[in-house]
């Protein structure tokens, strides 16, 4: 251990931290092996210490002892995120937030909690009071609330509600700046889209204001149907039918299904699955929608419980997962399809990659407009043709986030926040010591 | 009274009618004079009898005896409908449906009720459990859900829902045919939509199974802009953010809020207004979203008790009737403005109408995109001038519901169910007894 580490250690005091070798491997990685190119640009970089920060307080206390010592802090939520988020690239201190679980309050439509609350027990707590959160990740069972924001963009539930990046979808979060006698600032409104897919490098959240939706009977269904372009149109009818309430409209195309696990045997061989997550009294509307252009081979009130799978698991990446438990020889792709021609644009794209990739939609609204992202799967040949696939789609005019580099900048794209975040980071991280690297093109304002 | 009359009324037995002819003249009225056309077309058409059943099998014993006796019947809901939905255009009974206003069940997100229920008093008893109805028209206070479904097509809620005709706003109907021996017969999804907008043609609705919101806290809030362009950017630049929960958008421009009565003197001279209804939670947002735009001059939690104006009562036709009351001297038009160029659209029937039409726009979502209708105040000159406006309209892209035309062929457009109403009205009304000539291309099937 050098110098500065054992100071620092010395100056958190009794803050609970770890230098096992095993924990600070866990602790540095997410899912970002997802993308072969990141696997490699990833490897081996690992944090000095793994600090657990129980309050606000002790979060000030590492903040300024990492400020003093000039050591690099790097927070961590659930670690469930696949852009190595938490992966310490000049290693240092990762800030574990797990500890910090607390919901703050709960209001009609708004809450407030700690970062490190996990998004399905919010949820389970919130149920009681017929509430519960508008967004989560595929990975919500592990998720936090702080993680989510810090690095996500959308997912179940976007369909309805648009991403954290639309105005309303994070009402104001709390950060701790990171400075010798470090400050903590309340960002509310426009201003709280600077710490939104930001990585932490804006400043450690200790607080989050969410806003919250009504609750609804929700049902897990899948229906099939003969083709992938017939599994998308009644998708969009869907997305379009603003009278019925839903959460989740995901098409996915064979093979996919075929590595569901036991679910797999829901779709026959060479056909396509659309699956969805409606409210109950929405039901029938949806079956009306449906029509004789499906079959509907799965119906079941949505189940959280741990012996179950909710339908949300074969969704959003969480579809690559299911692929990657059977092959390893795949990873994926981001992307925003336009809303002006989507559903041709998708028929390009099913087009022009044949067997190589394999395509899922999720429809959303994105700046009011319903639209469909995709996480497709790609079969993995090498690292030169993942980047070629994000190059070719973009020349057909899809917009690409590509998930094979691991920069807040390169990586973005139209998930990003639209606020100042570079410029807020000079405020709150003069020393550049927020994960140095991750916002590639920040300048230190101090040495 | 002529033999058939007095027949109907033997057959109808202890059923409650009346031939008082204030009440005649009263229960065969609604708003349609704020059309000068229509005032002229309608004028002097009355019920022969007003028969006021109490329960479904009243209403089937009316229509027996009105088969039976080969008499018209009209029904009618509260009479606040602008297009005669309730006047007889060949006399016969007024079937005046105020006292079945019984409320079935309600469920999480689903009511069933009779269709002389009033919107109001529904929405009182749905607040209890914290529901609300998804839709409702400006005249909500003396409207009921049987004459909404029957004669409207949305209202404030569709910025959020959509409007009747999308799929999932209306669930269920149970019609009663209009033969010697009545059928009744219900209407599952799709199938509903046979009696949207159908003023009553399509056999007597006697009962409406209706979705259901989540209740929110709305804020009644009024903007004020510099421009009525202003106004619009602003609105519909909340109307796209789907993180703000919402129930009313409606930029309004000079000089029509100076009619406003008291709220008049909320907007100076010359301005334009945008008024809202906004759920608590996303006030801060809805207030971000504005910015240095405009200036918030109200801003109430909804109330809609006796001695309160709630602001929607200055939104949809409400807006034309705030007018009337101080000058009879306009009318109004009804349209759809494109998605695709919504703004530039309003623009151009701005410039091009000057000082005749006074413009103020519903923000709504149509077929899953947000748009916009509009029920411009028109200065009156002459019954020509009115179908003159409708055609410039049209020549310009905008889609017109015209107001002027009391049948349901020439007066739908856009607000027309996607649903074979005629077909259907072959079905339950075989002898054109429902009040014939309202569907003006319906042959009876018999004699």
Redesign the interface.
Known sequence: MNEALAALIDDIGDVTFSVEPSLLRRRSRDYFWYSQALAEDLRGKQADVIVTPRSEAEVVRVAAACARRRVPLTPRGGGTGNYGQCVPLQGGVVLDMSEMTAVEWV????MRTQPGARLHLVDEMLRVG?QEQ?LHPSTKRSATVGGFVAGGSGGVGSV???GLR????V?AARVVTCEETPRVIEL???AAQKVNRAYGTTGVVTALEM??A?L??WIDIAVVFDSFAAACEAGLSV???????KKLLTPISWPIPSYFGPFASACPEGHSLLIAMI????L??F???IGSRGEIVHEKPFDESPAETPIYEYSWNHTTLQVLKIDRNVSYQQCLFPH?RLLDSVAEMVQLFGDEVWHHLEFI?F????TASALPVVRFTSRERLFEIVEIYEKHGVFVANPHVFTLEDGSRHKRADADQRGFKAEVDPLGLLNPGKMRTYQPTRV
């Open positions: 209001r009609p439509g708004v017929g508008r309805t509600w648009g639309e105005p309303g979808n009402l509310r409104g426009d806003p919250l009504p609804w009977d997305a379009l039918a603003d009278g019925v309430v409210a109950k009294p929405s029938e509307t079956k009306t929608l002006d609204r700046g009011g407009r319903v």
